[in-house]
């Protein structure tokens, strides 16, 4: 047992940073309203400054080129769907300066025709993780879970990488954790005793009790 975790700890660790983001990523999605106390809870202090928020950044926001008006017709209903959108999306946010707040508020909206954009990307590419992330950050918004589990199921099931499928589970046991659904022990029903999937799932299983352990307060 001792030398099973061992083969894991060190990836554990490298997924430790993902954790931080995704209890950010909770507290979104647990009160979105209301986003600045769950973030104190979790250690983040807030000074009165100049800057613009989310919200205020985004109403701001306007297309700076040709592609991003492209994306802006698209979402609203002017330009038809087609692959050269997706293409799109993905060099804007790959870009060296992508209009992250021009494309943010779209998410926020949820937006319908955004959302097939995605959906096509998952049906060509069902564990591409950058995708699947965009999935869940367009699930804090629209709360589609059950659509939610069936695709981070699909990506669990059918990446061969196991970094990426470590990365996939983590996602997909925070961003449903919310909603009470606990995506580990899904997870763990699914994949036999003894795989390396299996095995993955049940060391972070023991790390999150043993996690959740130390955050409980005397």
Request: hydrophobic residues 35%; glycine residues 4%.
């Amino acid at each position: 047992m001792t030398k099973e975790k061992d083969k894991f700890s060190e990836e554990y660790k490298r997924l430790q940073s993902e954790i931080v983001r995704d209890k950010i990523r909770e507290v979104f999605s647990r009160d979105p309203d209301n986003y600045r106390e769950g973030l104190q809870e979790i250690g983040f202090t807030w000074y009165d400054d100049e800057y613009l928020s989310e919200e205020e950044e985004e109403n701001a926001a306007v297309p700076l080129n040709d592609r991003q008006w492209f994306l802006v017709s698209y979402f609203e209903g002017k330009e038809k769907f087609s692959t050269a959108v997706l293409k799109a999306l993905l060099a804007e946010k790959n870009s060296e300066e992508p209009n992250y707040p021009l494309i943010r508020k779209y998410y926020r909206g949820a937006n319908p025709h955004l959302k097939t954009l995605i959906l096509f990307g998952l049906k060509h590419d069902p564990t591409n993780f950058d995708l699947l992330t965009d999935f869940i950050y367009f699930h804090e918004f629209e709360r589609n879970l059950p659509e939610l589990i069936e695709r981070l199921t699909l990506a669990c099931r059918q990446v061969d990488d196991l970094q990426t499928f470590s990365e996939i589970a983590l996602e997909f046991y925070y961003s449903t954790q919310p909603d009470g659904y606990d995506a580990l022990y899904a997870l763990r029903d699914i994949f036999d005793t003894g795989s390396d999937k299996r095995k993955i799932i049940d060391f972070l299983i023991s790390e999150q009790a043993g996690q959740d352990q130390d955050d409980i307060v005397f």
